[in-house]
Nanobody, 116 residues
Framework: QVQLVESGGGLVQPGGSLRLSCAAS????????MRWYRQPPGKQRDLVAH???????FYADSVKGRFTIFRDGAENTLYLQMNSLKPEDTAVYYC??????????WGQGTQVTVSS
């Protein structure tokens, strides 16, 4: 069973930065894609950023130009660099890894709070 462990969340002031990490228990090279989602309080979980096995990326309009998704194969870790954070970025952030056979693995989530 693949395990994904997120870290790096916390409290940050508006305009600040955070880097989230998602450490996988197996080689991330096996995944067809990896994604970051977020779920604000009382709202649904939405896609934030996606990176395909070939390296192509996709971002939600709300984070485009501020967030960057990237991965380190040597460390089996997915990252989300978040800059110019806004209060509306407050949410629990989850990473997901998907295989080509349609199996998805989720992490437990990490809380990000943007507040002064």
């Amino acid at each position: 069973q693949v395990q994904l462990v997120e870290s790096g969340g916390g409290l940050v002031q508006p305009g600040g930065s955070l880097r989230l990490s998602c450490a996988a228990s197996e080689s991330i090279a096996r995944f067809y894609h990896m994604r970051w989602y977020r779920q604000p309080p009382g709202k649904q979980r939405d896609l934030v950023a996606h990176i395909a096995s070939g390296g192509s990326t996709f971002y939600a309009d709300s984070v485009k130009g501020r967030f960057t998704i990237f991965r380190d194969g040597a460390e089996n870790t997915l990252y989300l660099q978040m800059n110019s954070l806004k209060p509306e970025d407050t949410a629990v952030y989850y990473c997901k890894a998907g295989t080509s056979s349609g199996i998805d693995y989720w992490g437990q989530g990490t809380q990000v709070t943007v507040s002064s």
